[in-house]
């Protein structure tokens, strides 16, 4: 193995190293969870809500009311009463409130399913609690543990096109009131909520109105694994920086924020819960999050603790959004400055070939393919037509390579022991023959933003959410054909074909490829390792993606052999004979001469490295081992 040869590998491992520890799935060894809800801590657990037209009354009954009046103040009058529930619902979402409160008691979203079937309940009462802390002379008082009054109950149907709202009104004087807009038009899954406060000078301080949210992310997903390393708090500040909590980590976080933010969202895999400010900002926020691995039904409990500034909430100013809906990256781009952030499309340059290039020709398919396997298929086609170009300029860079190994073997055969004069040698015959190295690397680089991109959408792609194809039930999650004894590190207790069926393409792929090219030594089995270690990696990623590289691996070596018959090697062989003649004489190039000079650099510096270490001293002659009589 010469010294080239050890540097690649060695840069090899250790991309791929990096790859594994920073950017590779985290999957775990899957185990037996019990269901351990009744452990929660009992801190963050929530009060149980009150069925409809339940009369809350103070723990101790013997309470006067004029003790009573000394404990609440004159937020007395909405202490008790009844919790009726008011429902806005549209195509999309139907959404339960709580005069109680006034409050967002729950969430379905009408047109999704769980991983098992049944009607997907976003937030509910044991899942999701609110509190909204009144900063008062008497000190907080939680709004969401006080009576509102609202006009009508039951439900209210919207139809595409209208809009229904329904007003929460906790009266104290006619000219002092505390009033919840909620607001729902006819599709979608943004709830608008207006808090305003009016009269109350006397009764509240200046300090903001602490709005607390602690969701514990219900199970939704098959894979809980891959749910919780996908599941965090996002926000976004009003100096236009997105970012989040980590998504992997499986200790307790907390980031105090500074900066005032323009909104937050509770992620999980597919779907968002979230805060927006419009014309006001959200100051002082405090997320966290939190992991219990016993729990088998809650994937992460996060928290968004945020202030609201009291001198917005009294001019009237106080208008945010509640969206609660898919991470779609169609339909929460335009929900607010940069939601579309909320979907992981991957680095800044693979971010924009996803929204640029895959996203846009992912849904214009959508329009007409039904059946996303089939979808997928074609996505691949599409791409590798793209990519075409890049494809042959590759295959006449190897061509050329190969043409040139006769000449390239009896150079090494010429300076054995001499790396630099190789270089220097080769360096000159493709400078006489017009062939650049690095033409061969080039195309393949440019192809990198488009695996990479497809790399980081299909994890994240909510299209392929409980859709069918052959074997797989869920193209969003592992396909698994079979279920191991006991997990292996890494790879996980279950079996993908998908991942099988890539890994083999990628070894034939493998194989094909070194038929062409002029690879030699350790780099040559590395080829067929890197797939393995791959089938590892993706056994637990989408079944999506497995088939893409699979189908993608396929095509490219029909590609290759489709060019293949096209392209005469004894003709290139010709026309760089033809070039070697006609470029004896010819001027060398820029980037050739900077080559050389840099070879020539390198060979003057270890040749006087080499003097001034001086001659190897000869070794001294071993004594007769001389024993003692």
């Not at 999309?92 to 008691?105: A, E, F, W």
């Not at 270690?533 to 999506?544: R, V, Y």
Request: net charge neutral.
């Amino acid at each position: 193995m010469d010294r080239n040869q050890l540097i690649g590998i060695t840069l090899i491992f250790l991309l791929l190293f990096v790859y594994l520890q920073f950017f590779a799935p985290n999957p775990q060894p899957k185990q037996v969870m019990k269901d351990t809800a009744a452990q929660l801590d009992d801190t963050t657990r929530r009060e149980p809500a009150p069925t409809a037209g339940a009369t809350v009354r103070p723990q101790d009954d013997s309470l006067t009311r004029e003790q009573y009046r000394r404990q609440y103040g004159e937020f007395a009058v909405a202490a008790t009463g009844e919790a009726r529930e008011v429902v806005l619902e549209n195509k999309d979402i139907r959404v339960t409130l709580s005069t109680r409160g006034g409050k967002v008691q729950e969430v379905l979203l009408k047109n999704y399913k769980t991983y098992d079937g049944k009607p997907l309940l976003l937030i509910d009462p044991q899942s999701s609690t609110m509190s909204m802390r009144l900063p008062t002379s008497r000190g907080e008082m939680d709004l969401m543990n006080l009576y509102f009054t609202t006009e009508g109950t039951g439900a209210q149907v919207v139809n595409e096109g209208d809009s229904a709202r329904v007003t929460f009104r906790l009266n104290l004087s006619p000219t002092q009131y505390i009033e919840q807009v909620y607001t729902l038009r006819g599709s979608g899954f943004q709830v608008g909520y207006d808090l305003r406060l009016a009269g109350l000078d006397n009764l509240v301080t200046n300090n903001p109105v602490r709005f607390d949210w602690i969701s514990h992310l219900k199970r939704l997903e098959l894979d809980i694994e891959s749910s919780r390393i996908t599941s965090t708090v996002n926000y976004y500040t009003v100096g236009e920086e997105f970012d989040y909590l980590s998504e992997a980590s499986k200790d307790p976080e907390e980031k105090r924020l500074e900066e005032p933010l323009e909104w937050v969202s509770l992620k999980q895999k597919f779907f968002l819960s979230s805060f927006i400010a419009r014309n006001t900002v959200i100051s002082g926020a405090v997320l966290r999050s939190n992991v219990n691995e016993a729990d088998s039904n809650t994937i992460k409990t996060l928290e968004a603790n945020m202030a609201l500034p009291m001198a917005d909430l009294k001019s009237g100013k106080g208008h945010y959004d509640f969206y609660f809906g898919p991470n779609d990256f169609q339909m929460v781009k335009d929900v607010a400055d940069n939601f579309g952030r909320n979907v992981y499309l991957g680095w800044p340059v693979v971010r924009w070939v996803n929204r640029l290039v895959i996203v846009p020709i992912f849904h214009f398919l959508e329009r007409f393919i039904s059946n996303y396997g089939v979808l997928i298929i074609v996505l691949v086609l599409l791409i590798k037509t793209l990519l075409l170009p890049l494809v042959y300029k590759s295959y006449i860079a190897m061509a050329k390579m190969r043409a040139l190994k006769p000449e390239i073997d009896e150079m090494k055969a010429q300076f054995p022991d001499d790396t630099q004069k190789q270089q220097q040698e080769q360096m000159k015959l493709y400078g006489q023959v017009g062939v650049n190295p690095l033409s061969g690397c080039i195309p393949v680089l440019l192809q990198m933003p488009i695996l990479l991109a497809l790399f980081s959408l299909f994890p994240n792609l909510i299209e392929l959410r409980q859709k069918e194809f052959l074997w797989a039930t869920d193209l969003s999650t592992y396909d698994s054909i079979a279920t191991l004894p006991f997990p292996i590190y890494f790879y996980g207790s279950h079996v993908s074909l998908f991942t099988i069926l890539m890994t083999i393409s990628s070894i034939a792929y493998a194989y094909y490829n070194n038929q062409l090219t002029t690879i030699e030594g350790p780099t040559k089995t590395l080829q067929y390792i890197m797939p393995v270690m791959f089938m590892f990696i993706l056994n637990s990623l989408p079944a999506g993606l497995s088939f893409y590289y699979f189908v993608s691996n396929m095509v490219t070596i029909g590609q290759q052999l489709t060019i293949r018959r096209f392209v005469d090697d004894d003709k290139i062989r010709r026309t760089l004979e033809e070039n070697k003649v006609r470029n004896k004489d010819k001027k060398k190039s820029k980037f050739q001469q900077r080559l050389e000079d840099a070879l020539k650099q390198a060979e003057e510096a270890k040749r006087t490295s080499d003097t001034r270490k001086g001659p190897t001293p000869p070794a001294k002659p071993t004594q007769p081992n001389r024993t003692k009589k």
